[in-house]
């Protein structure tokens, strides 16, 4: 059996915190999928902007339903019957210079769970948070099951961005874990929010990945939120002038 992943790299329209162009995006995004590569025997670069060099394994897919709207037509477009491992990854990360994700998959090989993540959120439900997720055996064949039983179809009529994104967040990244759950899974999360948040006394339900980015990095993590680099937190984020020692050695950001 073989493991595979999906990763998404979407190109945003530009605003005025994304001048660049578009083949900078996917420039970002080669450290992160050069290092799953060293882990899964397939990685699919799931995109709707064609980069002008073919580096990786491309499926060219139309920008409907954010992630999970590329997921499910990438698997809907996919034989899975050969995998056991499936990770749904997407691009709202950086890999930090000099990291890696050995030590996450060390633990999830060694994990018992089919339904993992890297990090996990009591952020209005508890639920595996969607930008990393590892899919295991017969976990598989149950998110097939959840996104069947999804109306894509008017997922992808929503124009409203906001609604659009509250509707995902909520019936696809949240609901997924309560159906995993349902299912008799148990979800395991690497970086586990209970331990990080009592460990810092804040409230369970603060967002580590803006309120505890640099404890998450001190502790081993080696990712970091493409708005963290490109300053779209800096109002809110503690010690914001912090960001460059972490990305000093990288000419990319």
Not at 140 to 159: A, C, R, T, W
Not at 226 to 243: A, Y
Request: net charge neutral.
């Amino acid at each position: 059996m073989k493991s595979l992943c999906f990763f998404v790299s979407y190109v945003p329209r530009k605003n005025k915190w994304l001048p660049w162009k578009k083949d900078q995006f996917h420039e970002m995004d080669i450290p992160y999928i050069e290092e799953l590569k060293n882990h899964f025997d397939e990685v699919i670069v799931l995109t709707n902007v064609k980069p002008k060099n073919d580096k990786f394994n491309y499926l060219i897919l139309p920008n409907k339903g954010y992630d999970f709207g590329f997921f499910y037509n990438a698997i809907n477009n996919t034989d899975l019957s050969k995998y056991n491992l499936l990770a749904l990854v997407n691009n709202s990360n950086v890999l930090l210079p000099n990291s890696n994700l050995k030590h996450f998959f060390s633990w999830c090989n060694e994990n018992d769970s089919n339904f993992c993540g890297i990090t996990d959120s009591f952020e209005i439900s508890y639920h595996i948070q969607s930008h990393f997720l590892i899919f295991k055996n017969e976990a598989i064949n149950m998110l097939i099951e959840f996104l069947e039983g999804l109306d894509f179809e008017y997922i992808f009529s929503i124009k409203d961005k906001n609604k659009l994104r509250n509707f995902i967040i909520q019936n696809i990244e949240i609901d997924l874990s309560t159906f995993m759950i349902s299912k008799g899974l148990t979800p395991s999360s690497w970086f586990k929010a209970s331990d990080m948040t009592s460990k810092y006394n804040k409230p369970i339900k603060t967002n580590l990945h803006s309120i505890l980015w640099e404890e998450l990095i001190k502790e081993g993590y080696p990712l970091m939120k493409k708005k963290i680099v490109r300053g779209e937190w800096d109002d809110f984020l503690p010690n914001p002038g912090n960001i460059h020692i972490y990305l000093r050695d990288n000419e990319l950001y």
